[in-house]
């Protein structure tokens, strides 16, 4: 393995050190409150993990929500959101347990981490073999690759709800430049301050959702009609899959954490704090215009223009610029390991290196600028896999022997303290999400999207944008 040295010199060796180094750091932090490096950009404490998984689990998904329910109906909706919640957070849990197991074979052989940052196909290769690490390194890029171009695509559907004066093409091109500027965040330790203020920015929104759906009211002649069809129920159920499937990231925040054995639980509370967001937020704006967000995928675009919306709008935006860069840290990592660039201590030669990663994804947003139905093709294609699926067998091959259960470094959580009961949980989670996730709603995502692009074309200038008002024309001089 090539020696790593990370610009970020904070990554910590081996769970002994974690602790020490841990304490070392929060006594530092109570010394040196006034310290703005400290404060704002050095973080890795399980709060900082918190503030980053709810931040970076719900960001443009939250306009999107309605859109879903309008294809589900309210009753699936929130069902669904429990449901998923609840098994996205298994899986993340399942990642943490599989990390620390790596991590402690590792350092049982000498190996120290102390300048590398372990990613997730690592550990797949150090548990299960090079296949293994083929088939995670494969979906963990190409999904959090989407993930970035989805975070560009949100970010021109909201700006035009402030300024229509330029389409929605033209915004992505400047977002797109924007955005490549996460080329400069060394790792997710400086993220702090930004998913601290990413949650406050989306729980402004979700609020905002809420009470201006109730102070508008139901819309004249509203119907709610849904569930009315198979190919947009389950069009609907895969975006709420690639909604609580954003632990793509889990083993890089683990990582970041100077005591990463408190991470297992942290997914679950997060996801809680979410279901606050989402549940009421996309059911008060379903109840306010039901039916006609079918033709809506951006909630923003249902809700008269104010102050408070070009508020949320704007936050929206600078969230979706740190997403963005929460979906691409791990990208870069895995370009510069390619490129024999992730020792080289400087920034600014860094940052130059990760730049041909932004630049794909500015492209696959300009062909795809598809908001919410691209997040249903993505869920069901790639986050079934990357984060449900893989991790469940991962989790039941690398246990799959009396020998490695014995010595597990992680034993069944004390709500489960059962091996069989984990199998079963984990052999339901692969096969529900094979057939109703990836089957019928890689079916049902791609049907729906493939009629957008039938409907709108490939490089579409302005995506459900509304046709401009034409001139009055002047009274005739008599």
């Known amino acids: 393995m090539l020696p790593q040295k990370q610009a970020e010199e904070a990554i910590v060796p081996n769970f002994n050190e974690t602790e020490h180094e841990g304490k070392e750091e929060e006594r530092d932090e109570e010394h040196s409150m006034l310290s703005v490096k400290n404060l704002l950009w050095h973080g890795g404490s399980a709060w900082d993990a918190w503030f980053s998984c709810a931040s970076n689990q719900v960001a443009q998904v939250l306009l999107t929500l309605p859109y879903s329910f309008s294809q589900l109906g309210l009753l699936s909706g929130i069902l669904l959101q429990v449901f998923y919640g609840l098994m996205g957070s298994w899986t993340a849990y399942l990642i943490s347990v599989l990390y620390i197991e790596y991590r402690s074979r590792k350092e049982k052989e000498n190996v120290s981490f102390k ?71 060394p790792s997710f330790h400086n993220y702090r301050i930004w998913s601290f203020l990413g949650l406050g920015m989306t729980t402004y929104t979700a609020w905002y959702l809420t009470i201006a759906s109730f102070t508008h009211g139901q819309a004249e002649g509203v119907t709610h009609s849904a ?14 899959l690639y909604t609580f499937g954003g632990h793509a990231v889990t083993v890089e925040i683990m990582h970041a954490m ?3 054995q408190k991470f297992k639980y942290i997914y679950l509370i997060a996801t809680l704090y979410v279901f606050t967001l989402t549940i009421p937020s996309a059911s008060a704006v379903y109840w306010a215009f039901g039916d006609e967000l079918l033709n809506h995928s951006n909630a923003f675009s249902m809700l008269p223009k104010t102050g408070f919306r070009d508020a949320a709008v704007i936050l929206m935006l600078i969230h ?62 790639l986050v079934s896999f990357t984060v449900y699926i893989i991790p469940s067998l991962a989790h039941m091959l690398t246990y799959r022997k009396a020998s490695a259960r014995q010595n597990a470094a992680e034993k069944p959580p004390i709500f489960l303290p059962s091996w069989t009961a984990m199998y079963v949980i984990n052999s339901f989670i692969v096969v529900w999400v094979l057939v109703i996730g990836f089957g019928f709603g890689g079916w049902a995502s791609m049907t729906n999207f493939v009629k957008q692009v039938d409907t709108f074309g490939l490089f579409a200038k302005c995506y459900q944008c509304k046709p401009p008002t034409p001139p009055v024309a002047a009274a005739p001089h008599h």
């Open 115 to 185: 300048n590398h940052v372990i990613q997730w196909f690592e550990v797949l290769d150090g548990l299960l073999g090079p296949y293994w690490k083929a088939v995670g390194l494969a979906f963990n890029c190409t999904f959090l690759l989407f993930g970035s171009v989805i975070q560009l695509i949100a970010c021109a559907s909201n700006i035009y709800y402030i300024n229509d004066r330029l389409d929605k093409r033209t915004w992505t091109y400047i977002f797109g430049a924007c955005c490549a500027t996460t080329v400069f965040i």
């Open 227 to 240: 569930p009315t069809k198979l190919v947009l129920y389950f069009t609907g159920a895969t975006n709420i």
């Open 258 to 260: 100077w005591k990463p």
């Open 320 to 381: 979706q610029f740190i997403t963005f860069g929460f979906a691409c840290t791990p990208l870069y990592f895995v370009w510069e390991k390619v490129i024999g660039m992730h020792d080289t201590k400087s920034i600014c030669l860094r940052a130059l290196a990760r730049l041909p990663v932004v630049i794909p994804i500015w492209f696959l947003a300009i062909i795809f600028p598809f908001f919410g139905p691209i997040n249903s093709a993505v869920g069901a294609l």
